[in-house]
C-alpha cells in the first residue's frame, strides 16, 4: 500500500507553544488531503479537508485560525496547532487520498501531542 | 441518522473463531467501502476494500457488500489474539469526494 509518512510521531510541549506537524506521501501524489484528532477511546474526527493548492475546508466547530492547514504540494501537507493549550492535547493522524476516486486513504502514523 | 453506523462493541471471541462485524451506511450514492485496523494508540490501517456486490476474500479476511440492504460486513476466520483492535468500517462516495468513517467496533479474541 502507499506510504505516508509522519512526524514528529510525539510532541510535549509547554502551553502557548506553536507546533507543526508535517505529513509527506513517499510514493504517490495526494490531490486530498485529511487530518483527522483523536482522543482516548474515541472514534476519529475529521477536523479538515484540503485540496493541492487550495484553501482547506474545516469541519465546524474546528478553529480555522487555531489549526492551520497548508498543502502546498501533491506530496506535502502540514498542520500548525499555534498557541496550543492542554486540551489540544490528543492523537493527530493525517490521511492522504486522491479526490473523486474509489481509492482508499492512506494514513500517516500520527502524532501525540502533549501540551502541559 | 450518521452516514456510516456500527456496533461498538466490545465484540468478543474465542481464538480460531469467527468473527464478524457489520456496517450499515445510510448514501445509496456510496461508491466505495473499505475496513481498517486500529490498535491501540496506533493509527488506522487498510486491511480490506469491496467495490461491488458480493464477497472478496484476503486471507483470513472476507469483506461483504450489499448495496440493495446498504451493508458491508467483515468476517475474520481462524481469529488470532493479534487480531484484538478496533476496526473501523469506510464509505467513499466517489462523485462528492466524500469520505465517511464509522465509530469502529472493538474487537477483542481470547486464548
Known amino acids: 500500500g502507499a506510504v505516508v509518512s509522519q512526524h514528529p510521531s510525539r510532541v510535549i510541549c509547554k502551553s502557548g507553544t506553536s507546533v507543526k506537524i508535517e505529513c509527506r506521501s513517499l510514493d504517490f501524489q495526494a490531490t486530498t488531503m485529511f487530518w483527522y484528532r483523536q482522543f482516548p477511546k474515541q472514534s476519529l474526527m475529521l477536523m479538515a479537508t484540503?485540496?493541492?493548492?487550495?484553501?482547506?475546508?474545516?469541519e465546524q466547530g474546528v478553529e480555522k485560525d487555531k489549526f492551520l492547514i497548508n498543502h502546498a504540494s501533491l506530496t506535502l501537507s502540514t498542520l500548525t496547532v499555534t498557541s496550543a493549550h492542554p486540551e489540544d492535547s490528543s492523537f493527530y493522524i493525517c490521511?492522504?487520498?486522491?479526490?473523486?476516486?474509489?481509492?482508499?486513504?492512506?494514513f500517516g502514523d500520527g502524532t501525540r501531542l502533549s501540551i502541559l | 441518522q450518521k452516514e456510516v453506523e456500527q456496533n461498538s462493541g466490545p465484540l468478543s471471541v474465542p481464538e480460531g473463531a469467527i468473527a464478524s462485524l457489520n456496517c450499515t451506511y445510510s448514501d445509496r450514492g456510496s461508491q466505495s467501502f473499505f475496513w481498517y485496523r486500529q490498535y491501540s494508540g496506533k493509527s488506522p490501517e487498510l486491511i480490506m476494500f469491496?467495490?461491488?456486490?458480493g464477497d472478496k476474500e484476503d486471507g483470513r479476511f472476507t469483506a461483504q457488500l450489499n448495496k440493495a440492504s446498504q451493508y458491508v460486513s467483515l468476517l475474520i476466520r481462524d481469529s488470532q489474539p493479534s487480531d484484538s483492535a478496533t476496526y473501523l468500517c469506510?464509505?467513499?462516495?466517489?462523485?462528492?469526494?466524500?469520505?465517511?468513517f464509522g465509530t469502529g467496533t472493538s474487537l477483542t479474541v481470547i486464548p
Open positions: 469491496i467495490y461491488s456486490n
Open positions: 469506510a464509505v467513499n462516495m466517489y462523485t462528492g469526494n466524500q469520505f465517511y
Open positions: 484540503s485540496n493541492e493548492g487550495s484553501k482547506a475546508t474545516y
Open positions: 490521511a492522504m487520498g486522491q479526490a473523486h476516486s474509489n481509492q482508499p486513504q492512506h
